[in-house]
């Protein structure tokens, strides 16, 4: 485009004051030019006649459609199922092994009468529980198994928002889980088994803006792991698994949730890991 | 439909490099891009799919400016600004298997913070310029490779973005789509910035209003698909298997000469 329009006859049109070839001309050259189509609308953004006719026809064209077929209508309620239907493949699985290990832990329990199991004092279900929440946080976000994150990368809900809302559902299926299992061994509800697991699942979220959500998993899962390796092969129960120990994981779950906010910009990005499958 | 935002500028990129731990994808690339259908072109390695990321605001640049839609991509508020206005489509993207189009394309809607009012008419009326209107309610692990990828272009378009960035758009289309595509892209690049990545050149040359080609991380052409074409004239003759079209030759000679520097 080699001319465009100069700024008073753009707002004598926009006022209704050009002259009647000006008018055309304007119209003419608007369709091929972004530039002054912009101008155009900018100058034109704060009349309020104008608003009004442009809502008021806006208003007459959308009665004046045909019935919408199958649109669906938006609700929250739809937006929610949405939500919580998408995600990568591995939650299925990882829905059917925490019902297993629920009922492995409520079987051996029972059997043991929440004596323990292999010289160690705790009842297996606080050995397993804390756990649940942190894998099903790995399988519901993880980059290598979430198909569409390379898209969900570049929107902007899809960092630490979209994280937390699927963090959220994880904890919604395994804390009234282990508290059913807890109330089938016996054990009756005991902040013993949660808030560890809540402690655990704030930590693997904080080492995920460091090393990735999948190996931050693996890393907390494998503390754990050891914790409790020690647990049984002392033959005593450990500290950090008794009752008098919850205050040490509320602080853990605290520092690091607020760790997280001040962090949640490296769910921004790409990890850096990934490159292009194929450069082409 | 909103008025466009961005005047003048859509993308400034100034001698941006990646580097990975043991490759440089960009070396000191320049780029500017107004509204309009811009393609960009170049062999495999070149650093397409790496600058795609970049100016998709998911991958970060090791030096250099990016500015897209007039912000710098620094800050929070102004990267989830930009986000909310892009549309992108990689070449391989994932999808969920047991979700209808019309899922898909409303979850990116959601995705992308547009006000839940309008997500269902956007969401009938991307699906629509797609093409897949009648296939809106089947599930994508019944639809065939093309209309994956319409679903997946639908997904980038449902929020109007002024800039939309599509990755090898064009593969498992058939000719008769492919011809539906570029009416598509034409339309939207009236008022948006749209930067296709292809090798497909016939592609370039019929849908673009400009054509960058990218070798070695550098842009190494700039200009209409008309002057890439031109630029292949001057080829010396005898010199075999440069092309069977004008831009193909034009192609080739542009990145003939470039490797000869």
């Given at each position: 485009m080699t001319w465009h329009v100069a700024r008073p006859t753009i707002l004598a049109y926009v006022d209704g004051d050009a002259a009647e070839a000006d008018a055309w001309s304007i119209e003419a050259h608007v369709t091929d030019c972004e530039r002054c189509r912009t101008e155009l609308a900018a100058a034109a953004a704060d009349d309020p006649a104008l608003a009004a006719d442009l809502a008021a026809s806006r208003t007459a064209l959308l009665a004046g459609l045909p019935p919408q077929g199958r649109i669906r209508r938006g609700s929250p309620a739809r937006g929610l199922r949405i939500l919580l239907a998408s995600g990568p493949a591995a939650r299925g699985p990882w829905l059917l092994a925490t019902l297993m290990v629920l009922a492995l832990a409520i079987g051996l329990d029972l059997a043991s009468s929440g004596a323990g199991l292999l010289g160690s004092t705790a009842p297996v279900l606080v050995l397993l529980a804390p756990l649940l929440p942190v894998l099903g946080v790995a399988a519901s976000y993880g980059s290598g198994l979430d198909d569409a994150h390379e898209i969900i990368a570049?929107?902007?809900?899809?960092g630490l928002r979209l994280l937390l809302i699927r963090t959220t559902a994880v904890l919604a299926v395994t804390v009234p889980a282990t508290i059913a299992a807890g109330l089938v061994t016996g054990l009756a509800w005991s902040a013993t088994w949660l808030v560890p697991g809540l402690a655990l699942t704030t930590l693997t979220l904080l080492g995920g803006t460091v090393v990735g959500v999948t190996r931050a998993a693996a890393l907390v899962g494998g503390g754990w792991a050891l914790v409790v390796a020690v647990d049984v092969i002392s033959e005593t129960t450990i500290a950090l698994l008794t009752g008098p120990a919850t205050p040490a994981w509320l602080a853990v779950f605290g520092l690091s949730a607020a760790a997280l906010v001040l962090r949640r910009a490296a769910f921004n990005h790409l990890p850096t890991s990934i490159r292009p499958h194929s450069e082409a | 439909m909103t008025a466009p935002t961005t005047l003048g500028t859509h993308v400034e990129v100034r001698d941006l490099v990646v580097r990975f731990k043991n490759r440089t994808a960009l070396e000191g690339l320049d780029l500017n891009l107004d509204a309009g259908v811009h393609g960009l072109l170049g062999p495999n390695g070149a650093g397409k799919t790496t600058l795609m990321r970049v100016l998709g605001t998911i991958a970060r640049p090791t030096s250099g400016q990016v500015a897209v839609l007039g912000h710098d991509l620094g800050n929070q508020r102004a990267l989830r600004d930009v986000r909310r206005r892009l549309g992108y489509l990689p070449q391989h993207f994932g999808y969920y298997p047991r979700f209808t189009v019309r899922e898909f394309v409303e979850y990116f809607a959601w995705l992308k913070e547009m006000p839940s009012a309008s997500i269902p008419l956007a969401v009938d009326r991307a699906i629509e310029r797609v093409g897949l209107a009648d296939r809106a309610d089947d599930r994508l692990k019944r639809l065939s490779g093309g209309m994956l990828r319409r679903a997946g272009i639908a997904q980038a378009i449902v929020n109007d973005p002024d800039l939309l960035l599509l990755d090898e758009p064009t593969a498992g289309l058939d000719p008769e789509q492919r011809v539906d595509f570029r009416h598509l892209l034409r339309a939207i690049g009236v008022d948006a910035c749209v930067l296709v990545a292809t090798h497909l050149v016939e592609d370039v040359a019929v849908a673009c209003t400009e054509v960058s080609l990218v070798n070695g991380g550098r842009t190494v052409f700039r200009g209409t698909p008309d002057e890439l074409a031109a630029a292949g004239e001057h080829a010396p003759d005898g010199e075999l298997n440069s092309g069977d079209s004008p831009i193909e030759r034009g192609y080739t000679a542009v990145l003939r000469a470039d490797r000869a520097r």
């Open positions: 570049t929107t902007a809900a899809g | -």
